[in-house]
C-alpha cells in the first residue's frame, strides 16, 4: 500500500501521492457559475489528502458545448472568479488540481427541458447510431471549437491550476469524431480508420500545448466503452490501439487517463493488461486507472440507484506494483467519503463507507 503513497512529479504536476479523484459531473453550479459549496468540497478532498483532483467535466466557450444549464462553465468571468475561488481553496489546504475540460457535442434533450441557445453539434449530427440530435460542425465551428479548447487551457494555467484535462472520452465530442458510427464524415476530420479519425483530437491537443507551453502538463480522458454500447470497442487490437493513441501523445499529451468501468478487466485477449496498460505500455506516456476502485459494483449502476460497498484493493495493487500505469482515479468512494484517502493511508478499512445513490444528491 505504501507505494500509492509515494509522491509523483511530471512537468507542471507535483503531487503527494497517486490518487487522483476522478471526474464527475455534479450540476451544482447554477448558470454554469462554481460557488463557495463546491469550492468547500473540493477543499474537503484535497484536505482528506487526494493527490490530485480533477475537477467535473466543465464545458468550453460554445454555444451548445452543454445540455445542462447547471453544469459549471469553464468561461466568461462569473464562472472564472468561481473556479479561482476553487483553486485557491484547494491549494490552501495543500492539495492539487485541474479543470477537466468538455464539450458535450451531440446530445440528447436534458429531462429538465432546458435547450442550449443554438442547436447541438458535432461531426456529423448524431451521438449514437439512428440518433440525430444536432448539426454537423462546419470547418469555422471546428476552428472555432478548438480555439476554446487553447482558452480554457490558458485560463486553467492563468488561475494557477496545475494541470488540465481534456475530456476525449464518454461519448462526448471528442470521443463522437473517434467513433465510426458518429463520424460520417468524409472530409479531412473523417476516415475509415481509427488513425484517420484522431485528426480533430490531435488538433486540440496541439492547440491546448501551444497555448500553456511545453512544462505544462496535459491529460487526456478517453474510454473504449459508449453510453450505448458498454462492450463497444473502437480499438479492437493492440495495433488498432496504438494507431488511436500515438498521434495523440505526439501531439502533446502527457498522461492517458483511461476510462474503464472495471480497471480489473483485460483489454485484449492473450494479456491480463487493462486500458491504461496498454496505454502505457504503447505510448511510453504515463497513465491513470480508473473503474470502480474500491467498490463491489461499476460505476454506471449508481446512476440505476446501485449501491457497492467497500472492496480490496488487493489486485489494484498488484498491478500498480508491476508498473502498468502511474496514477489511480477514485470516483464514488470519494463522492461518499472525503477522508477515503486518509483512512486508506492509515489501514483504517473498518471506517470505509459503501456508496449509495443519495451521495449523488449533495455535495457532501
Same mark, same amino acid.
Do not use: C
Given at each position: 500500500?505504501?507505494?500509492?503513497?509515494?509522491?509523483?512529479?511530471?512537468?507542471?504536476?507535483n503531487?503527494?501521492?497517486?490518487?487522483?479523484?476522478?471526474p464527475?459531473?455534479?450540476?451544482?453550479?447554477?448558470?454554469?457559475?462554481?460557488?463557495?459549496?463546491?469550492?468547500?468540497?473540493?477543499?474537503?478532498?484535497?484536505?482528506?489528502?487526494?493527490?490530485?483532483?480533477?475537477?467535473?467535466?466543465?464545458?468550453?466557450?460554445?454555444?451548445?458545448?452543454?445540455?445542462?444549464?447547471? *453544469?459549471? $462553465?469553464?468561461?466568461?468571468?462569473?464562472? /472564472?472568479?468561481?473556479?479561482? @475561488?476553487? =483553486?485557491n481553496?484547494?491549494? #490552501? &489546504?495543500?492539495?492539487?488540481?485541474?479543470?477537466?475540460?468538455?464539450?458535450?457535442?451531440?446530445?440528447?434533450?436534458?429531462?429538465?427541458?432546458?435547450?442550449?441557445?443554438t442547436?447541438?453539434?458535432?461531426?456529423?449530427? *448524431?451521438? $449514437?447510431?439512428?440518433?440525430?440530435?444536432? /448539426?454537423?460542425?462546419?470547418? @469555422?465551428? =471546428?476552428?472555432?471549437?478548438? #480555439? &476554446?479548447?487553447?482558452?480554457?487551457a490558458?485560463?486553467?494555467?492563468?488561475?494557477?491550476?496545475?494541470?488540465?484535462?481534456?475530456?476525449?472520452?464518454?461519448?462526448?465530442?471528442?470521443?463522437?469524431?473517434?467513433?465510426?458510427?458518429?463520424?460520417?464524415?468524409?472530409?479531412?476530420?473523417?476516415?475509415?480508420?481509427?488513425?484517420?479519425?484522431?485528426?480533430?483530437?490531435?488538433?486540440?491537443?496541439?492547440?491546448?500545448?501551444?497555448?500553456?507551453?511545453?512544462?505544462?502538463?496535459?491529460?487526456?480522458?478517453?474510454?473504449?466503452?459508449?453510453?450505448?454500447d458498454?462492450?463497444?470497442?473502437?480499438?479492437?487490437t493492440?495495433?488498432?490501439?496504438?494507431?488511436?493513441?500515438?498521434?495523440?501523445?505526439?501531439?502533446?499529451?502527457?498522461?492517458?487517463?483511461?476510462?474503464?468501468?472495471?480497471?480489473?478487466?483485460?483489454?485484449?485477449?492473450?494479456?491480463?493488461?487493462?486500458?491504461?496498460?496498454?496505454?502505457?505500455?504503447?505510448?511510453?506516456?504515463?497513465?491513470?486507472?480508473?473503474?470502480?476502485?474500491?467498490?463491489?459494483?461499476?460505476?454506471?449502476?449508481?446512476?440505476?440507484?446501485?449501491?457497492?460497498?467497500?472492496?480490496?484493493?488487493?489486485?489494484?495493487?498488484?498491478?500498480?506494483?508491476?508498473?502498468?500505469?502511474?496514477?489511480?482515479?477514485?470516483?464514488?468512494?470519494?463522492?461518499?467519503?472525503?477522508?477515503?484517502?486518509?483512512?486508506i493511508?492509515?489501514?483504517?478499512?473498518?471506517?470505509?463507507?459503501?456508496?449509495?445513490?443519495?451521495?449523488?444528491?449533495?455535495?457532501?
Open positions: 500500500m505504501n507505494k500509492l503513497f509515494q509522491p509523483f512529479s511530471l512537468k507542471s504536476l503531487i503527494k501521492n497517486r490518487i487522483v479523484m476522478a464527475m459531473t455534479r450540476s451544482f453550479s447554477p448558470n454554469g457559475v462554481p460557488g463557495d459549496n463546491v469550492a468547500a468540497y473540493y477543499q474537503r478532498r484535497a484536505q482528506g489528502e487526494v493527490g490530485l483532483i480533477l475537477s467535473e467535466g466543465t464545458v468550453i466557450n460554445r454555444p451548445a458545448s452543454s445540455n445542462d444549464p447547471n *453544469i459549471p $462553465r469553464f468561461h466568461g468571468d462569473s464562472s /472564472l472568479n468561481g473556479w479561482q @475561488k476553487v =483553486i481553496s484547494v491549494h #490552501a &489546504a495543500g492539495g492539487s488540481m485541474g479543470p477537466q475540460i468538455w464539450h458535450q457535442g451531440v446530445m440528447d434533450n436534458h429531462h429538465s427541458g432546458w435547450l442550449p441557445l442547436p447541438f453539434e458535432g461531426p456529423s449530427g *448524431i451521438n $449514437r447510431p439512428g440518433n440525430t440530435n444536432g /448539426l454537423a460542425m462546419s470547418d @469555422k465551428n =471546428i476552428a472555432d471549437t478548438i #480555439a &476554446a479548447f487553447g482558452d480554457a490558458a485560463d486553467a494555467k492563468r488561475l494557477g491550476f496545475d494541470t488540465v484535462e481534456i475530456h476525449g472520452a464518454h461519448t462526448y465530442l471528442i470521443d463522437q469524431f473517434f467513433n465510426a458510427d458518429t463520424n460520417l464524415r468524409t472530409d479531412k476530420y473523417g476516415g475509415k480508420t481509427l488513425a484517420e479519425r484522431t485528426r480533430f483530437a490531435v488538433e486540440v491537443i496541439k492547440e491546448v500545448r501551444s497555448r500553456v507551453g511545453e512544462d505544462f502538463a496535459i491529460i487526456i480522458r478517453l474510454s473504449q466503452w459508449k453510453g450505448y458498454y462492450s463497444y470497442k473502437m480499438a479492437k493492440p495495433e488498432e490501439m496504438e494507431s488511436w493513441l500515438t498521434p495523440l501523445a505526439d501531439a502533446g499529451v502527457d498522461i492517458f487517463h483511461a476510462s474503464q468501468r472495471r480497471f480489473w478487466e483485460p483489454e485484449f485477449e492473450g494479456s491480463d493488461l487493462n486500458f491504461a496498460g496498454w496505454a502505457k505500455k504503447l505510448t511510453g506516456k504515463a497513465s491513470i486507472t480508473v473503474g470502480s476502485v474500491g467498490l463491489s459494483g461499476e460505476f454506471m449502476a449508481a446512476f440505476r440507484g446501485e449501491s457497492s460497498d467497500p472492496a480490496s484493493l488487493d489486485e489494484l495493487l498488484r498491478r500498480f506494483d508491476r508498473g502498468d500505469f502511474d496514477l489511480v482515479a477514485v470516483g464514488r468512494p470519494l463522492l461518499a467519503d472525503a477522508d477515503w484517502v486518509k483512512k493511508k492509515e489501514d483504517r478499512t473498518s471506517e470505509l463507507k459503501g456508496f449509495a445513490k443519495e451521495a449523488l444528491a449533495e455535495l457532501l
